[in-house]
């Protein structure tokens, strides 16, 4: 299985500035075929389902603010969050979708500084 | 607008069986693959199971294999998870969510607010 981890475990960031997570998949989710990373990222805040924030390690779905962006390719990710709003408040995981089990990473919770 | 529904969790014995169903509307079913997550109490994202669009290929993850059954009925637009043999490490709350695309390898777009699933004695 593809082992996802994600670093750090939380942070705390003022509001405005930017948070950085990263996340790491024990082999590569790049296919060669396409040249894709098959690699999202997801927002749960407390209470709510998960949603999808990016896709394709750097395709930002519809609708979410472009302060959120990701990138990396292979084996290492990283989501930063550009200047962070009260709104951003929550927690983070990627997950590989390129092999079965489409493994999620730990999670990355974020908080105001 | 997309939703997916969940229901038919609920509070079951260790060794039992419960079947859960996801009603899906505003998109075309059939067109597009479907998964279940689950979420322990207080605990991260586990994937657990997904559904191709229209060869209903399946995939597991490891600690449900052979236990649990995903299934689908496009003329119904309902996803389903049948789960036999529960253990109580089964206990969470069970999300049906809707892929980016009909291939079984793809992020997952629509998520419902799932359904709780307590497996005690």
């Known amino acids: 299985d593809v082992v996802m981890t994600q670093s750090p475990d939380s942070l705390a960031v003022s509001l405005g500035e930017r948070a950085t997570i990263n996340c790491k998949s024990s082999?590569?989710?790049?296919?060669?075929?396409?040249?894709?990373?098959?690699l999202a990222w997801y927002q749960q805040k407390p209470g709510q389902p998960p949603k999808v924030l990016i896709y394709w390690a750097s395709t930002r779905e519809s609708g979410v603010p472009d302060r959120f962006s990701g990138s990396g390719s292979g084996t290492d990710f990283t989501l930063t969050i550009s200047s962070l709003q009260a709104e951003d408040v929550a927690v983070y995981y990627c997950?590989?979708?390129?092999?079965?089990?489409?493994?999620f990473g730990p999670g990355t919770k974020v908080d105001i500084k | 607008e997309v939703q997916v529904l969940e229901s038919g969790g609920g509070l079951v014995q260790p060794g039992g069986s419960l079947r859960l169903s996801c009603a899906a509307s505003?998109?075309?079913?059939?067109?597009?693959?479907m998964s279940w997550v689950r979420q322990a109490p207080g605990k991260g994202l586990e994937w657990v199971s997904v559904?191709?669009?229209?060869?209903?290929?399946?995939f597991y993850a490891d600690s449900v294999k052979g236990r649990f059954t995903i299934s689908r009925d496009n003329s119904k637009n309902t996803l389903y998870l049948q789960m036999t043999t529960l253990r109580v490490e089964d206990t969470a709350l069970y999300y049906c969510?809707?892929?980016?695309?009909?291939?079984?390898?793809?992020?997952?777009?629509?998520w419902g607010h799932g359904t709780l699933v307590t497996v005690s004695s």
């Open positions: 082999q590569s989710v790049l296919y060669s075929s396409n040249n894709k990373n098959y």
């Open positions: 969510a809707k892929g980016g695309g009909g291939s079984r390898y793809s992020h997952l777009d629509y």
């Open positions: 505003g998109f075309i079913f059939s067109s597009y693959a």
């Open positions: 559904i191709s669009s229209s060869d209903y290929t399946t």
């Open positions: 997950q590989q979708y390129y092999t079965s089990p489409f493994t």
